[in-house]
């Protein structure tokens, strides 16, 4: 990665038109005081879209909240750019941006996830070089607004803060009419996709044409004037799954009232339905296409060594979410974090199902207390950026569950929020509280416990689920962002013991599934600064239990349960096994040596008549066996009853 290739990638790829400029790179930057006027002279050069505080970003300062961080670079407009409008795009400063162009202010924005957008074509030189400055302010954790994990000071489970750009920068050029928002909503029932398109401005006197390819066969084509919802067949539709994730591509062609093409882009979409339903035992369920999938996934933060918010490169953010995958889970819960638009493509394309929390801000409450109460200030800036969250990420097949609060993090007005979010997308899931302050309302009740796992008492109205557990902390020497001090919610010594926890965890969990758990997130994918509770270390360089382990422990592939309530009898016991991999035969002793592939072989309840110590184990069809469970039965003499 150098600063003339650094995040080169189209940024959008759920709305690709074929003119753009990419303006990530070099940048002169300066800090000072907030008060003060763009500066004459600033302190040096910047890497964007990194923010200030990062290594990658050439600078690694803090800025502070009595401070503004400057930027300023120039460039030119390309010459076979015949637009009639030049649009500047942030696709994420946090948190308060102003823009200037050719020494003119343009406009600003809050909010430190959603992008902003400029038409820029009457500030515009007619010919040369154009500049661009921009100032931003971040209050971090003494404002009230959505940062998620961000503080000044770091410590725990609470990073370092992140200011200024922190995404892609780029122009392009549209023509005086283009679609401005669509929203996709597949149908997998009645094999079909609805579309609705808005045009700039809301213009009602266009149309668009919608064409469905299924690779690159025509499969489905319809006309409809935009702002007017579009239905369109997919026979035979090939669902959206993790194992499955097959996309379908969607191009659009806006016309104006003269049938002339003012417009074209290119998106795609996934044959996807996320809700709830009961299962075979009448349990609620999360139902993925109609069908209970055991939801098992990461926590993931989305924080890098080198780059605080900002992956190093698309490889870089990619990877996570092929690990993520190698080691056998389906699942991903954001935590209090939006990314980049690239990462949910990513997910979409290998499949990878997605929650989506929204970034925390604001005051915290305790397990039993009330609701905050936020300032009108605090309120709107929250719903505005919970409302573009929902609105810039709806079209992701990926994304199944909205989380708006993480363990009374800001939580505020819980149920008129939950409901909300339903208005703004009747098409998910809604876990209102991740954690702690359960309202009783939306679709999923959810606990955490640590290391756990345990669960909520299941409901006839929600899904139950295990929003974070686990959470084994294992340092890797040379691989930690400090020394002393790193920390996981339960210390383990080596990566043969933390498989060997793991593992324990694991098989608890199944457990609790057939009891009617739907779904369970373990903390996490990565270590984070001191906290080295990730199954991978925070450089990526290391994964502490081999994928290939990994997939197989969250496959079942786990050593035999000996089950017994108690370890004594008097008279006789009847030992039972149980075998919860998908397959493989139990071979057992009872004379306390190790169970060979010769051993006998347990087909039903064993009688025991005297104390004896069961060593059982699993040999699998591939000729790779299980570690040894072991139990000590005894057998005790019966105390005589007092008359």
Not at 52 to 81: C, H, I, M
Not at 522 to 551: C, F, H, W
Not at 588 to 602: A, R
């Amino acid at each position: 990665m150098t600063p003339e290739n650094v995040w080169q990638e189209y940024p959008r790829p759920q709305l690709v038109r074929e003119k753009w400029l990419n303006l990530n790179g070099l940048w002169d930057y300066a800090i000072r005081p907030k008060d003060e006027e763009k500066p004459d002279q600033f302190d040096g050069k910047i890497l964007v879209p990194f923010a200030v505080e990062s290594a990658l970003s050439g600078v690694g300062k803090q800025v502070g909240d009595q401070n503004k961080l400057w930027y300023r670079r120039t460039f030119e407009v390309p010459k076979n750019w015949k637009a009639e409008r030049i649009i500047l795009r942030f696709d994420a400063v946090d948190w308060e941006l102003k823009v200037w162009v050719n020494g003119k202010y343009v406009d600003s924005h809050t909010g430190g996830y959603d992008n902003s957008a400029y038409n820029i074509t009457t500030y515009l030189n007619k010919e040369g070089l154009q500049e661009i400055v921009v100032s931003v302010y971040d209050p971090v954790d003494s404002g009230t607004q959505p940062r998620g994990k961000q503080v000044k000071s770091p410590n725990g489970i609470w990073y370092t803060s992140v200011t200024g750009i922190w995404q892609t920068v780029w122009l392009e050029p549209l023509a005086k009419e283009n679609i401005e928002i669509f929203r996709i909503v597949p149908d997998i029932d009645v094999d079909s996709v609805s579309i609705k398109v808005t045009c700039v401005n809301d213009n009602k006197q266009m149309s668009y044409e919608a064409l469905v390819f299924d690779q690159q066969k025509l499969i489905s084509k319809r006309t409809a004037s935009t702002m007017k919802v579009l239905r369109l067949g997919v026979p035979d539709a090939k669902l959206w799954t993790p194992d499955s994730p097959f996309l379908y591509d969607l191009i659009m062609v806006l016309h104006d009232k003269n049938g002339k093409v003012v417009d074209s882009l290119k998106t795609y979409f996934g044959m996807r339905k996320i809700s709830l339903g009961k299962d075979e035992k009448g349990i609620t369920r999360m139902m993925l296409n109609n069908k209970f999938v055991f939801q098992h996934g990461f926590l993931d933060q989305g924080w890098w060594p080198d780059g605080l918010y900002t992956a190093p490169t698309d490889e870089a953010l990619r990877y996570d979410i092929e690990m993520t995958k190698k080691m056998g889970f389906n699942l991903v819960r954001k935590h209090v974090k939006v990314e980049p638009d690239r990462w949910y493509y990513w997910c979409d394309k290998l499949g990878l199902l997605v929650w989506q929390d929204m970034p925390s801000g604001d005051a915290f409450i305790g397990p039993n207390d009330q609701d905050i109460t936020r300032t009108s200030e605090s309120g709107q800036e929250y719903t505005r950026e919970l409302q573009e969250m929902i609105r810039e990420k709806f079209n992701h097949p990926s994304i199944i569950v909205w989380v708006p609060y993480n363990e009374g993090w800001g939580q505020w007005k819980t149920s008129i929020i939950s409901d909300l979010i339903k208005v703004y997308d009747p098409t998910r899931l809604v876990d209102a509280t991740s954690g702690w302050a359960d309202r009783k309302c939306s679709d999923i009740s959810d606990m955490h416990n640590y290391p756990g796992p345990n669960m909520p008492e299941p409901e006839p109205r929600r899904a139950v689920v295990l929003g974070e557990y686990g959470g084994l902390g294992l340092p890797i020497e040379g691989h930690t962002s400090q020394k002393m001090n790193n920390w996981g919610y339960k210390n383990i010594s080596n990566p043969a013991n933390l498989a060997d926890a793991y593992s324990e965890l694991t098989s608890k969990l199944l457990e609790l599934k057939e009891k009617g758990l739907s779904a369970a997130v373990y903390t996490q994918t990565t270590d984070v600064e001191g906290e080295v509770n990730g199954m991978m270390t925070y450089d990526r360089r290391v994964s502490k239990i081999t994928p290939e382990t990994l997939a197989r422990i969250n496959a079942g592939y786990l050593p035999p349960k000996i089950i017994s309530e108690i370890n004594t009898f008097t008279k006789e016991f009847m030992l039972n096994i149980q075998n919860q991999s998908p397959s493989g035969e139990i071979r057992y002793t009872l004379n306390g040596k190790d169970p060979e592939k010769k051993s006998k072989l347990y087909k039903t309840a064993v009688k025991l008549k005297k104390t004896t110590e069961v060593k059982a184990r699993i040999f699998w069809p591939d000729g790779t066996f299980s570690k040894v469970s072991t139990a000590t039965i005894s057998k005790v003499t019966e105390k005589p009853g007092k008359n």
